[in-house]
Nanobody
């Protein structure tokens, strides 16, 4: 599975951005997808995730009510709509896909990361 992210950039505090993640390859084996972010010198942390078919969204407490994760179906890109952005949301955001197959077991795939910078 290959993941390509887009949509990061610079925005003022209170503004919005939408991140996109397009998956290709053995996408039929994707069981869940999510967005993670990494602050300098910190471990990558979960922002939000969703099932492979786009149901059951789950959010970190720090973004609940401001961010929305979505995926229309198993063949669609995944999105992260980020509203009311704060300077503390500044980080590199990564797309993640978790796959499962009887042959390979569970495997995690990552995108290249996209920088989100929120100015105060």
């Amino acid at each position: 599975v290959q993941l390509v992210e887009s949509g990061g950039g610079l925005v003022q505090s209170g503004g919005s951005l939408r991140l996109s993640c397009a998956a290709s390859g053995n996408t039929f084996s994707i069981v869940s997808m999510g967005w993670y972010r990494q602050f300098p010198g910190k471990r990558r942390e979960l922002v939000a995730d969703i099932t492979g078919t786009g149901s059951n969204p789950n959010y970190a407490g720090s973004v609940k009510g401001r961010f929305t994760i979505s995926r229309d179906n198993a063949d669609s890109p995944m999105y992260l709509q980020m509203n009311s952005l704060k300077p503390e949301d500044t980080a590199v955001y990564y797309c993640n896909a978790e796959t499962y197959s009887d042959y390979q077991g569970a495997t995690a795939y990552w995108g290249q990361g996209t920088q989100v910078t929120v100015s105060s």
